[in-house]
């Protein structure tokens, strides 16, 4: 079941199809509960980027710990790409995590007294969203 619409003028969205073709039909249910099934159509799904992740947070609640979370708006990434700068300018990758991960705690290379700023983004085989931002974290 792709979607129901009990209204007119009928419409459907089908949200996170994947790239491909598919065959779709209707189903008409009247008021007795007869049905009638469409004639089966084609259509093709084109893949698109992932929507950007959005609310970077980056806190330090040990020592030389970063813990980071944000929100995932995609529905088709196949990755993280999480990346780590000292100065806002220069940045450094430093880990790859699974499609629909919204955490990670970053303890490599952390010093601490020292300051730290984080970005992510979404992947898929189409490309790479925006990158979410957090502020300034200190490390314990």
């Given at each position: 079941l792709v979607n129901t619409d009990t209204s007119a003028p009928f419409n459907a969205e089908w949200a996170g199809a994947l790239?491909?073709?598919?065959v779709l039909t209707a189903v008409a249910t009247d008021d007795d509960g007869a049905q009638t099934v469409s004639t089966p159509v084609n259509i093709t799904a084109t893949p698109s980027l992932p929507a950007d992740p959005s609310n970077?947070?980056?806190?330090?609640?040990s020592t030389a710990t970063i813990a980071l979370s944000w929100k995932d708006n995609s529905i088709n990434e196949?990755?993280?790409?999480?990346?780590?700068s000292e100065d806002g300018i220069n940045w450094v990758g430093i880990n790859t995590l699974v499609a629909n991960t919204t955490s990670n705690n970053n303890r490599y290379g952390i010093l601490s007294g020292r300051t730290y700023f984080y970005r992510i983004r979404a992947r898929n085989s189409v490309g790479y969203s925006a990158f979410a931002y957090s502020s300034a974290v200190t490390a314990k």
């Open positions: 790239a491909g073709t598919h970077l947070i980056a806190t330090s609640p196949e990755s993280f790409v999480l990346q780590r």
